[in-house]
């Protein structure tokens, strides 16, 4: 049976939890993902669990947080004056709000802390910092 390798695109299920064993995204319920392997489109450990399955396998890895989505790097959480966001925008703790650097790019943060006169912004993955668990499915190799 053909397994997957480096070039292959490939169709997976899969459900990633944190130490704890909660859940922390799955597909399961939905369509597999497609990426090709050593496309660098997922987290470099996740797309090497895959090589070397075949259709049908599944497998259950750990992923440090290095090869993640790296360290909480505390440069990335700022905290803004109250002000400086838009009167009809009520951040919300947890909220991920889109913002614009001067240059144009955009990103994402997530609201950390709200108070009357500031907001704490983190630029951060929301699972950086954290070692990761993955159970992979390998539904097909396209």
């Given amino acids: 049976m053909a397994q997957a390798k480096n070039g292959d695109t490939v169709k997976v299920h899969y459900t990633v939890k944190f130490d704890d064993g909660t859940v922390f995204e799955t597909t399961i319920d939905h369509d597999p993902i497609e990426f090709t392997i050593g496309e660098s489109r997922r987290i470099p450990g996740f797309e090497q669990a ?3 399955m075949s259709p049908g396998d599944w497998k259950t890895t750990k992923i440090a947080a ?7 790097r505390e440069e990335m959480v ?5 002000n400086e966001f838009p009167a009809h925008l009520e951040p919300q703790v947890g909220q991920r709000i889109q913002v614009s650097q001067p240059n144009g790019d955009k990103f994402i943060v997530t609201v950390t802390h709200a108070s009357e006169s500031s907001v704490t912004l ?3 993955h929301p699972v950086a910092g954290k070692d990761l668990t993955f159970d992979i499915q390998l539904i097909e190799i396209v």
Avoid: K
Avoid at 66 to 72: K, N, S, W
Avoid at 78 to 82: D, G, I, N, S
């Fill in 78 to 82: 700022l905290e803004v004056h109250r």
């Fill in 122 to 124: 983190d630029a951060n």
């Fill in 50 to 52: 895959v090589v070397g």
């Fill in 66 to 72: 290095d090869e993640a989505h790296g360290p909480h």
